[in-house]
Every structure is written in structure tokens, then in C-alpha cells.
């Protein structure tokens, strides 16, 4: 059988398949601590599946329109202007199933041939390949520990040309954890008010902010932007709800309408139920949200420091998201059993087999220096997980 050549072009998510590696060790009875997905372990709030609930009592299970219900559009509206100071109609509004289903969307509604898609580096391991597959061009700008995972508004202008149509800009990043402040994006924004394109602002860990960080966005930091910004969001990581599959997209009423027409040969509407629930989620009581963010911030400050104690390691005190990513570039060249740790996966691929510790390579993000570790798990395996890693590091000679 000969497969369309797109197929060809991509990879599979390298973060689901070490994910799903632990998982099948785990059920042979492997004890494997899982640093490898991006998905919170505490439940899904109690009032959220509780309006769940009530809308299969009610029978809200029957199609909606493309691009959502309007009550769901209308409490997205209102988290906009609340958290974030901006407005929106219904027509600039489109939700999807997730906000990778949201990004993928925007990709093929507004990336053809020849465009350009400017991309930091360290990136989100799907950014790439869904510029890709609607026929465009990456370019990335490479960042490091040094520049706190942040790109520069020099940088910014220097890789910009006439074909650039989009930046990808994700604050809090997944996966180094790094957040822009309002002067940085305000810098940032200077750029690229000289230039005509795109701004896509993936916000999905806005929630998830330490330190006493502020959330911004491009668009509210500079408010000139905010025709060409397109914000994306969703449900999953702030409260929980990633298996609910519901992100959304807000921006020019002109792009959201093609994306919504995309949607509509692609998967029609996100699921009313979960809909019901993302109501919930967004117009109801943030207490979950707030509890949540206290203990990923306890569980940052020990796997970050835990992590700098190990020799050879050093890792960015992240301000955002659930992620630490460590260097651990030091150690490679050294051996176990003859075996040389050259690269990421190398590294990955020795703490499976010998610590059975899953994590996910750096090279998955464009960064094979580091590795991404999510500490979305409780204490106790976070504990259990790092004496492993040090442990296996000390091994190394």
C-alpha cells in the first residue's frame, strides 16, 4: 500500500509514545515512575462533572453547531475580558476538540506553501509538524538556560522575511516552563508591529504561573496587536480536564470562520457534554485551580532544586507550566555496562531500562541537551524518581 507522502513528513508525538511505553511497563508490573506526560493528576473538579452529569440527564447529547454552543462561546467571552482584558464577539470565537485540535486547525486555515512559521526552540513537539502539513516552513529561534528559554526582539527581527505569515509564541512553554513578563512581550511586540503577520499565543498553561508571576498576553500587552493576535486555550491543563477535549481560538471573526468551515469536514462539533462542563469550568468556582497551582509550585521548587543537586546537572528554575527541563549535556560521552550516553534518547533510553524512570528526550523539543520531566505526579514519585536519576547519573563513568 502506498501512503500519502505527508505521512512521511511527520512523526508520531514522542511524548504520547514514551507515555504509553510506561504505561505498558506498568501494566507487566514494572514499578516505572512516569515523568513523560503533560496531564495533571488530581481529578477533574467535583461542579465540573457535576454539570456533566446534568447534561446527559437532560439530554444534551445531540450535535451542536461547528464551532460551539453560544453559552459556551459567551463564558469564553467572559474569561477573556476577565482574565485578560480582552474583548470578543461570538464570530471571533471558535472551539475545538482540545487546543491541539485548535492549533492544527489554525495551521490549515492560514499556512500554505511557502509560508513561514517562526518558532522558539524549545518547542511543543507538535508546533513543527502541523506547520508542516499544512505546507509551510518552521524556522526556529534557538534559545537556552542563559536567556531564561526566551527569545529576543534581535533575534525576533533577524529571522523574519517576506514570507513569514505566523509567530508561535507559548507562554508559559511547554516544555521548559518559561514565561514572558509584560516587558518582554511589550519588546517583542514592537518587532512585530513593523512586520504583517500572525501571532498565535498558545496560552494553555496560563493558570499555571509561580513566583508571583502575572500572566500576559502579546495582545494585552500591546494592544495595537490584537488584530493580528489569535489566541488559543482550553480546559485541560488548568482544570484537569484533558481527557474532555476542549480548547478554543479567539481572533479575527475572517480566520475564525475558516477555521470553523475546516472543522466542519473534520470532526464537526467538540462533544456537547463536554462543552456543558467547560461552562462550569470557566464560569464557576476557580478554588480547584488556585489548590492545584500551590502544589505544582511546592513540587517545582523540589524536583528544580533536587535536580541542580545531582552532579553534572543544572536546571532553569521554571516560572510556569508543570515542567522542569535539565541539561544534562555533561554526561554525555560517559558509559554504563559500555554502553556511551551520546544523546538524549540515549539518556532516556538508559534510565527506562536501568532506573525505570520514563522521561522524554530533549531532542523530541529541538533541545538534545536537555530532557522534559513533568512533574504533574504526586510527591512520593517525584521523590522516588529523582534518588533513581541520581543514582543512574552517579553510574555513568
Known amino acids: 500500500m502506498k501512503l500519502a507522502d505527508r505521512v512521511n513528513k511527520i512523526q508520531p508525538s514522542p511524548t504520547l509514545a514514551i507515555d504509553a511505553k510506561a504505561k505498558a511497563l506498568k501494566a507487566q508490573g514494572v514499578d516505572i515512575v512516569g515523568f513523560g506526560a503533560g496531564e495533571p493528576d488530581f481529578d477533574t473538579p467535583a461542579n465540573i462533572k457535576e454539570a456533566a452529569k446534568k447534561a446527559i440527564d437532560a439530554g444534551f ?108 509564541l507559548n507562554s508559559p512553554c511547554n516544555p521548559t516552563g518559561s514565561a514572558y513578563s509584560v516587558e518582554e512581550l511589550q519588546a517583542l511586540g514592537q518587532v512585530c508591529l513593523k512586520h504583517d503577520f500572525y501571532i ?28 493580528r493576535v489569535v489566541v488559543v486555550n482550553g480546559v485541560s491543563k488548568a482544570y484537569s480536564m484533558t481527557g474532555w477535549r476542549i480548547g478554543y481560538a479567539a481572533g479575527p471573526k475572517t480566520l475564525m470562520d475558516a477555521i470553523t468551515k475546516m472543522q466542519s469536514q473534520s470532526t464537526s462539533n467538540p462533544t456537547s457534554i463536554a462543552q456543558k462542563a467547560a461552562v462550569e469550568a470557566l464560569n464557576g468556582p476557580q478554588d480547584a485551580v488556585a489548590a492545584m497551582v500551590v502544589e505544582f509550585e511546592k513540587r517545582r521548587t523540589y524536583i528544580v532544586d533536587r535536580l541542580n543537586a545531582i552532579p553534572g546537572v543544572t536546571c532553569f528554575r521554571s516560572t510556569g507550566a508543570f515542567y522542569a527541563f535539565p541539561d544534562f549535556s555533561s554526561i554525555y560521552g560517559k558509559s554504563f555496562e559500555g554502553k556511551v550516553i551520546s544523546n538524549s534518547t540515549d539518556f532516556a533510553a538508559y ?20 530532557a522534559r520531566l513533568s512533574y504533574a505526579t504526586s510527591m512520593d514519585n517525584i521523590k522516588k524518581g529523582l534518588d533513581r536519576i541520581e543514582e543512574a547519573v552517579l553510574n555513568l563513568k
Open 351 to 370: 534510565l527506562l531500562e536501568h532506573a525505570k524512570v520514563a522521561l522524554v528526550p530533549g531532542i523530541a523539543f529541538g533541545a538534545d541537551k536537555y
Open 200 to 227: 498565535i499565543s498558545d496560552d494553555i498553561y496560563e493558570k499555571l504561573v509561580y513566583d508571583g508571576l502575572k500572566f500576559t498576553n502579546i495582545a494585552t500587552a500591546v494592544p495595537e496587536l490584537k488584530p
Open 61 to 168: 447529547t445531540k450535535y451542536t453547531p461547528v464551532g460551539g454552543t453560544d453559552e459556551l462561546k459567551d463564558a469564553i467571552i467572559a474569561k477573556l475580558q476577565r482574565d485578560n482584558g480582552l474583548s470578543y464577539e461570538r464570530g471571533e470565537i471558535s472551539v475545538a476538540c482540545g487546543a491541539k485540535h485548535t492549533l492544527y486547525n489554525i495551521s490549515q486555515a492560514l499556512i500554505q506553501e511557502g509560508d513561514e512559521v517562526i518558532i522558539p526552540a524549545p518547542y511543543w513537539v507538535s508546533y513543527p509538524d502541523q506547520v508542516v502539513l499544512a505546507g509551510g516552513k518552521p524556522v526556529f529561534i534557538e534559545t537556552d538556560q542563559a536567556s531564561g528559554f526566551k527569545i529576543t526582539p534581535q533575534q525576533l527581527e533577524a529571522v523574519i522575511t517576506p514570507n513569514t505569515k505566523a509567530l508561535l
